[in-house]
């Protein structure tokens, strides 16, 4: 459900931007209805993911220095406060309902920063060896779930205000296009998000400590053997695994920091494989919704603004969206689910950056052909498969196999790393490209911003960082059907030395 939240959190901006621009930026006796300036408009689309930056590196520190548990509510709060909050935006001038907008979407992203290595560390901290891929990749899922029920939030309260107030066209009548009551659609779509994340605040506070953490970082066997046997409903605190787990927890050489020769040497190159990676993906996953104005608009979803009402326009938008997020998202991350424990996350990460790769030239190099109006549906087509193999691919594996090969005591520290490289990807995809997109013809770019390199340039500089991000998938291990303690060297016997089968060694059952 955390999961569910961020996504709805981060993606239900873009449902609402075109109103907000309406709203204030309609310039009188204008042909068109306002937009937001291209500052304003990065400003309110961007700011969060700058505070998911700062909370994945902040909150994945703490989670190793506090514990999950404690740090996990803290984040919860942090989100239903900051997602209410950005409904009450002070003020009627523009300048004073945007800036307040943007100060508590920073903070709503901070709290959803710390989410990523939370979630993805508790999952992997509780789940087994056999089955673990496919339930931090359910957890990831839930972002395909959180955008859609974005969409038909606002498609729900959209159609409920339109119905109830009826409004011309701003064709017809530009002042009337935007009823006085069109503010508040914005404001209950953004607040809605606080609903799911309160819900959730007293499951995740009945929820014990990770043993993982209890008995490797805490140093606490008996704890971790008690907390065990309580989820598992199995007596775990006598016998031969609360033994193995007092050897492991008193055991020194599992002590090395981050910033030492030991870390460099065991996991330096698998760090800088989860960070690149995340950070190509990202550059490219983001920069696709770069595209989706051209292909609702080329296939006909969303007719020209002037044609609409505010509200009418904000139903068009959350349609096109949810039918998208229906076709090319939600399918890939459960294909995730069900094949990662058997096709193992290498090859499907490696896959995914190949199709990734092989689709974006595919529309780059014929890119006039797909703009012509007989060729709309495979574009479309094409399109959908890029978003499919992205979350069939290194979107869902790079946040599964951080929280899996790094140690217990630095778990959550590498993953909020990974992850923060993954949003600085997603800050140069979605905002550096969306002015290297723009046309090469200065009469031909948006409103307010200069010449970039055009589209088909653009698509192919992304199909050279997909392939580079398949380079990099060759730093990261395989993580399939190994425990943590053997793919972090945990349960080593010796320093340096290569580990022998094990038979019962583990901190929880496997």
């Not at 310039?27 to 937001?36: A, C, D, N, Q, W």
């Not at 900051?82 to 945007?98: K, N, Q, R, W």
């Amino acid at each position: 459900m955390g999961f569910f939240t961020d996504a709805y959190d981060l993606f239900c901006i873009s449902l609402v931007t075109k109103l907000l621009g309406r709203i204030y930026y309609t310039v009188p006796g204008s042909s068109t209805p306002g937009t937001l300036p291209p500052n304003v408009a990065d400003s309110v689309n961007g700011v969060a993911f700058c505070g998911t930056f700062a909370g994945q590196l902040f909150f994945g520190w703490l989670g190793d220095k506090l514990g999950r548990k404690k740090v996990y509510g803290l984040t919860l709060l942090l989100m239903v406060i900051c997602a209410i909050a950005s409904g009450l935006s002070f003020g009627h001038s523009a300048e004073g309902v945007i800036a307040t907008l943007c100060f508590f979407r920073f903070w709503l992203g901070f709290g959803i920063g710390g989410d990523y290595p939370l979630s993805a560390t508790i999952m992997s901290e509780y789940a087994n060896k056999k089955t673990r891929g496919a339930f931090i990749a359910a957890v990831f899922a839930m972002q395909g779930f959180g955008n859609l029920t974005g969409g038909i939030v606002a498609l729900i309260v959209s159609s409920a205000f339109d119905h109830a107030y009826k409004a011309p066209t701003y064709e017809q009548n530009a002042s009337a296009s935007v009823p006085a009551q069109a503010d508040y659609v914005w404001r209950i779509i953004v607040m809605v998000g606080a609903l799911p994340a309160a819900l959730t605040y007293y499951w995740r506070m009945k929820m014990p400590e990770t043993a993982r953490y209890t008995a490797l970082v805490a140093k606490n066997a008996q704890q971790a053997a008690q907390d065990m046997s309580k989820v598992l409903q199995v007596d775990l605190v006598s016998g031969q695994d609360k033994s193995e787990i007092e050897i492991l927890a008193q055991d020194d050489r599992n002590s090395f920091g981050l910033f030492t020769k030991e870390f460099a040497k065991r996991h330096g190159l698998h760090l800088l494989g989860t960070t690149v990676c995340w950070f190509l993906l990202d550059i490219a996953f983001y920069s696709q919704n770069l595209f989706q104005k051209d292909i609702f608009s080329a296939i006909g979803w969303i007719p020209a603004a002037k044609t609409m009402s505010a509200i009418q326009e904000v139903y068009t938008v959350a349609r096109a969206q949810t039918l998208i997020v229906m076709c090319g998202l939600i399918p890939g991350y459960w294909f995730t689910v069900a094949f990662i424990d058997i096709l193992g996350r290498f090859a499907i990460q490696l896959m995914g950056f190949f199709f990734m790769t092989v689709f974006m030239f595919a529309l780059a190099i014929p890119y006039h052909h797909w703009t012509l109006k007989e060729n709309r549906i495979g574009f479309i087509v094409m399109y959908s498969l890029t978003f499919f193999f992205a979350n069939f691919g290194p979107n869902s594996t790079t946040f599964i196999v951080p929280a899996e090969i790094f140690p217990a005591r630095l778990r959550s520290t590498c993953h909020g790393i990974s992850a923060a490289a993954g949003k600085a990807g997603a800050i140069v995809g979605a905002f550096g490209f969306l002015y290297a997109a723009q046309s090469t013809d200065p009469t031909q770019t948006d409103a307010g911003y200069p010449p970039g390199i055009g589209v088909k340039n653009t698509l192919i500089v992304l199909g050279c960082i997909n392939f580079l991000g398949m380079l990099f998938t060759f730093l990261v291990p395989e993580s399939n059907g190994k425990s943590l303690e053997e793919l972090s060297g945990e349960n080593e016997e010796e320093s340096g030395e290569t580990e022998e089968p094990q038979t019962s060694s583990r901190t929880v059952p496997v």
